[in-house]
């Protein structure tokens, strides 16, 4: 699919705002409400947006440590089974893949150093991780959404 300026500046205003109306954000692209809203469903429908969410800040719901864990893994492990397996602990807030020594980085969030270290221990005794090293997070220096780059 192929985005133009407009479809850059529609997503910007999203990734800004979700919440902003059709009519707010065709007077922000100069487009009608009706011309953004087709906009927007065609994004939607080609996979470009892939949805809408609320962002909660963390240390309002009581999760106020965070730490990155490497992983390191059995030589078959699969991207698919590092999925399914940290799916399913609820502190987990991503995992990647990654290049170098480990097989995966997780970030985790907690309420506190003891909830995160009952949430290390689960995630260490999934059967196909062999170590870990974990980060804990002292402090948050740049926290943003995805940016999409306004056109110049």
Known sequence: MQIDEVDQRIIASLVADARSSYAEIGSRVSLSAPAVKRRVDRLRAAG???GFTTVIDPA????NTEAFVELFCTGRTTPTQITVATRRHPEVVAAYTV?????????LRAADIAH???A?????AEP????????????RLVDSPTVVPAPS
């Not at 290049?99 to 970030?107: F, I, N, T």
Request: without cysteine; hydrophobic residues 50%.
């Open 48 to 50: 470009v947006i892939r």
């Open 120 to 124: 290390l221990e689960r995630l260490r």
């Open 116 to 118: 995160l270290e009952q």
């Open 99 to 107: 290049s170098g020594e480990a097989d995966a980085l997780v970030h």
């Open 60 to 63: 309002a719901v009581g999760w």
């Open 128 to 139: 196909f991780v062999t170590s870990s090293r974990s980060m804990i997070v002292l402090s």
